[in-house]
């Protein structure tokens, strides 16, 4: 074999290994669903949440590094080790732009993990040359009964298969607190005590109740006749207001201003001269 050919070998089988080193480096995350919040330049940093069921067989946990958009695919061109973090250097394509990205991973690819990137985009991506994203994922137990690898959930409800289809969230039935007052089953109405309960005070109907009585001054008790007094012994009771006067007599007896005492009993008085 010829030298050059030979070194030409050598080196692809190099470049070979080395990506079979950095294939192996990828992280793989755990298989089930995680929860992924991401804050970005692109977000204004305001937190986006969603749920991503993954399948650790073919997963790629560094494919969206940079803003996290949808259809971002991110090519890493260097992985290494600092410490317990790692350090991963990639291209990023972004609609009609390529970022170069920065990023530090820490935590584990099994339970939670966060990544921190910085990227420069060329051409500028929304008028923005630079900028940056938080990622933090935690996993919170198994797919959903119907999820496939790939299929997410938004923070808006909307369900986004792996093809990157979208389906409005099934509405759910909301039962009412306020109770049915049209219906009068099971409700008692009338005078009728109710079942089961002998004896039972009737309860009256609404319209079958009595006002009660507008409040205010109370009403004048009637007034008590007047007590008269009784005249004295042997003396007629004088009349009252409601008594008649009777009428005079036509011959009323003649009186002597003078009393007379009367004769003594069995001797007729003497004539006067």
């Known amino acids: 074999m010829p030298k050059k050919m030979r070194q030409t070998t ?15 480096d990828v992280p793989k995350r755990k298989s089930g669903l995680w929860e992924i919040t991401r804050t970005s330049t692109y977000t204004l940093d ?62 584990k690819f099994d339970s939670a993990y966060t990544i921190e990137s910085k990227s420069t985009y060329k051409p500028p991506l929304a008028h923005a040359t630079t900028g940056h994203a938080q990622l933090v994922a935690r996993w919170t137990g198994p797919c959903a009964p119907g999820q496939h690898p790939g299929d997410s959930i938004l923070d808006t409800g909307i369900i986004r298969d792996s093809s990157g289809k979208l389906e409005e969230p099934k509405a ?85 201003p003078k009393s007379v005492a009367p004769a003594p009993t069995g001797t007729p008085p003497a004539p006067s001269q």
Do not use: F, Y
């Open 10 to 24: 050598l080196l692809l089988l190099a470049l070979l290994a080395a990506n079979l080193v950095w294939a192996q």
């Open 46 to 107: 305001k937190p986006k949440r969603i749920q991503l069921c993954v399948d650790e067989a073919s997963d790629n946990a560094l494919l969206q590094l940079a803003e996290g958009m949808r259809d971002e695919t991110c090519t890493t061109s260097k992985i290494s080790r600092d410490g317990d973090k790692l350090v991963v250097d990639a291209t990023c394509t972004l609609r009609a732009s390529t970022a170069q990205t920065h990023a530090v991973i820490s935590g």
């Open 172 to 256: 759910k039935s909301v039962k009412s607190d306020t109770p049915d007052t049209t219906s009068t089953k099971g409700r008692h109405i009338g005078k009728v005590p109710a079942k089961g309960i002998p004896g039972a005070t009737p309860v009256p109907n609404a319209s079958s109740l009595t006002p009660p009585a507008k409040t205010g001054a109370p009403p004048a008790a009637a007034p008590k006749p007047k007590r008269v007094a009784p005249a004295p012994t042997g003396t007629p009771p004088a009349p009252g207001a409601n008594s008649v006067t009777p009428a005079p007599s036509a011959n009323p007896p003649a009186t002597n």
